[in-house]
């Protein structure tokens, strides 16, 4: 999962609403099975998540049997699950643009939310707008992240390089992001604040790693939290 800086307060998890349509996939139209790839997600919100890991995520759960490419459409509501006029969702990975791999078992997104009335956010309810199967390996463990710096070093901040070690026995294909965060006070969420991305599509072969270059941009970072990371993506 998503490792954070420092200790976090623990939110009840909150199910989120799923409302299917009749969309046709966002890629290579209609599959066959649709419906029973539908059929197999839902959904997990959690907004002040528990120590290690990062606010305002949405578990994609996964219950069938072939990996999925899922185009969600989050919609904020309060704590009545209304919806909340004028405020806007974002995602850090693209789930609401058919970027994100679900592997059977699930994959994660992180969203942030965007509007005068913001902090009002309780729950999303989340709309499948489309739904693909795609050609992609069984996996157990998710890719795992590592800045280090021009001599080689491992470092714990944004520098020239990272690594995506694959710990897999075979091969995938990953995007990796650069994500930074606001500082909440205490109790309060912390929330996105700016996505970059670095690469991919990232083939990483199995059981081994791929290295990235960290655009300047990144390496010339300095103010405020921010973290690298990979997920499943098409090839």
């Known amino acids: 999962m998503h490792v954070m800086r420092g200790p976090r307060l623990r939110s009840a998890v909150i199910a989120?609403?799923?409302?299917?349509?009749?969309?046709?996939?966002?890629?290579?139209?209609?599959?066959?099975?649709?419906?029973?790839?539908?059929?197999?997600?839902?959904?997990?919100?959690?907004?002040?998540?528990?120590?290690?890991?990062?606010?305002?995520a949405v578990t994609i759960r996964n219950t069938g049997l072939v990996a999925v490419v899922p185009t969600l459409a989050f919609v904020a509501v309060d704590a009545s699950g209304q919806p909340l006029e004028g405020v806007s969702v974002s995602t850090a990975y693209g789930s609401d643009r058919g970027l994100v791999v679900v592997p059977p078992g699930g994959a994660i997104d992180v969203l942030a939310f965007h509007g005068t009335t913001a902090a009002r956010v309780a729950n999303v309810t989340v709309r499948?707008?489309?739904?693909?199967?795609?050609?992609?390996?069984?996996?157990?463990?998710?890719?795992?992240?590592?800045?280090?710096?021009?001599?080689?070093?491992?470092?714990?901040?944004?520098?020239?390089?990272?690594?995506?070690?694959?710990?897999?026995?075979?091969r995938v294909t990953v995007r990796v992001v650069a994500l930074t965060y606001d500082r909440p006070p205490a109790g309060v969420a912390q929330q996105v604040t700016s996505v970059l991305d670095v690469a991919g599509p990232v083939a990483v072969p199995a059981s081994g790693s791929a290295k990235v270059t960290l655009p300047a941009a990144i390496a010339a970072k300095t103010g405020g939290a921010g973290s690298i990371k990979a997920y499943f993506t098409p090839a």
Do not use: K, M
């Not at 996939?25 to 959690?46: E, M, Q």
């Not at 157990?140 to 491992?154: H, I, K, M, N, Y």
């Open 128 to 170: 499948i707008v489309g739904v693909a199967s795609v050609d992609f390996p069984a996996v157990e463990s998710l890719v795992q992240v590592q800045a280090f710096d021009t001599d080689g070093r491992p470092v714990t901040s944004y520098d020239r390089f990272a690594s995506v070690t694959d710990p897999n026995p075979v």
């Open 16 to 56: 989120i609403a799923l409302i299917v349509c009749g969309c046709t996939p966002n890629t290579g139209g209609p599959r066959a099975g649709d419906a029973v790839l539908r059929a197999g997600l839902s959904f997990d919100y959690h907004g002040l998540a528990s120590a290690g890991f990062i606010d305002q």
